[in-house]
C-alpha cells in the first residue's frame, strides 16, 4: 500500500526556519503532482504548496515568499524549507498526491500521521 511519511516538524520561535521531509513509497512518485497542506487547530485543511512531475511549483499566498517546495524523484522525497515563519503557520503539515478543483488543490488518497510545526517564543 502506497505509504507518505513526513517528518521535520517542531518548535522553533517567530522568524526561524524549518525543512519538511515527505517520504513516499509509490513506484509513481515521479510522475505525480504532489503537495503540502496544513490543518491548523479549529480550522480546515488548507493546501500550502504543490510541485508537479515537471518541477513547476505552485504556492499559496500566505507562505509566498517564505516557503520553497522541492523534490527528489531518485529518492521519492519531497521537501518543504519554511523560512520567516510566524505564529500563524502553527499547524499539522501533510504531504499529498495533489489534483487540481475549483481554483485551488486538494489533497488526493489517504493522509499520513502529517508532522507538527509549532511557530512559538
Known amino acids: 500500500q502506497a505509504q507518505l511519511v513526513e517528518s521535520g516538524g517542531g518548535l522553533v520561535q517567530p522568524g526561524g526556519s524549518l525543512r519538511l521531509s515527505c517520504a513516499a513509497s509509490r513506484s509513481t512518485f515521479a510522475s505525480t503532482t504532489m503537495g503540502w497542506f496544513r490543518r491548523a487547530p479549529g480550522k480546515q485543511r488548507e493546501y500550502v504548496a504543490v510541485t508537479t512531475s515537471g518541477g513547476d511549483t505552485n504556492y499559496a499566498d500566505s507562505v509566498k515568499d517564505r516557503f520553497t517546495i522541492s523534490r527528489d524523484n531518485a529518492k521519492k522525497t519531497m521537501y518543504l524549507q519554511m523560512n520567516s515563519l510566524k505564529p500563524e503557520d502553527t499547524a499539522v503539515y501533510y504531504c499529498?498526491?495533489?489534483?487540481?478543483?475549483?481554483?485551488?488543490?486538494?489533497?488526493?488518497?489517504?493522509w499520513g500521521q502529517g508532522t507538527q510545526v509549532t511557530v512559538s517564543s
Open positions: 499529498n498526491e495533489a489534483i487540481r478543483r475549483s481554483g485551488t488543490w486538494y489533497g488526493f488518497g489517504p
